[in-house]
């Protein structure tokens, strides 16, 4: 299972219509929320402050929002999470003016403001740890241990098999 106490890192950049960094996306209001036994918490005030490149950071643990408020209709938005991908894996979901959902992504998320209200949704998997504590996102894994199980159960067969025919049972 996932650590709900974990924070992920969120790396959100916004470009004009055009393409170029936006001049006007020093500091950006923010509201962060947290829902707790599926009641949303009371918004907390925050600010984006974004680099040369057009990018912030932002923090969130499980159960997280961050709301941007009022990026004008045609700037361009990113938002990936910087999450170790051995750890998790991670799928997008963007919804636009409150409608349904595509089909999850890969991400990074990204579009361009319509005017109307995005939403972009971040969940995280936790990637399972197979017993030997090597970490294996495929059934390679699966495959790898199985053979030696059984590479391992052929030579003691055969050791067996000539220790009977030797006669010696020892």
Same mark, same amino acid.
């Given at each position: 299972f996932g650590d709900v106490t974990k924070p992920f890192d969120f790396t959100v950049t916004l470009k004009d219509n055009n393409g170029d960094v936006f001049d006007n996306y020093d500091n950006i209001s923010a509201e962060k929320v947290e829902v707790e036994n599926g009641v949303a918490q009371s918004p907390e005030e925050a600010t984006l402050s974004f680099d +040369?490149?057009?990018?912030?950071?932002?923090?969130?643990?499980?159960?997280?929002?961050?709301?941007?408020?009022?990026?004008?209709? +045609?700037?361009? %938005?990113?938002?990936?999470?910087?999450?170790?991908?051995?750890? %998790?894996?991670?799928?997008y979901v963007t919804k636009v003016g409150g409608g349904d959902a595509g089909e999850p992504g890969d991400g990074p998320a +990204?579009?361009?403001?319509? +005017?109307?209200d995005v939403a972009v949704e971040v969940t995280n998997n936790k990637v399972d740890i197979a017993l030997t504590g090597l970490r294996d996102t495929t059934s390679s894994g699966l495959l790898m241990t199985m053979a030696a199980v059984l590479l391992g159960t052929a030579i003691v067969s055969v050791s067996l098999i000539k220790r009977r025919v030797k006669g010696n049972w020892k």
């Open positions: +040369g490149n057009g990018q912030a950071t932002f923090t969130l643990k499980h159960n997280e929002s961050l709301t941007i408020k009022s990026l004008p209709a +045609g700037t361009q %938005y990113t938002v990936e999470e910087n999450v170790e991908k051995a750890e %998790y894996t991670t799928k +990204g579009g361009t403001m319509s +005017g109307k």
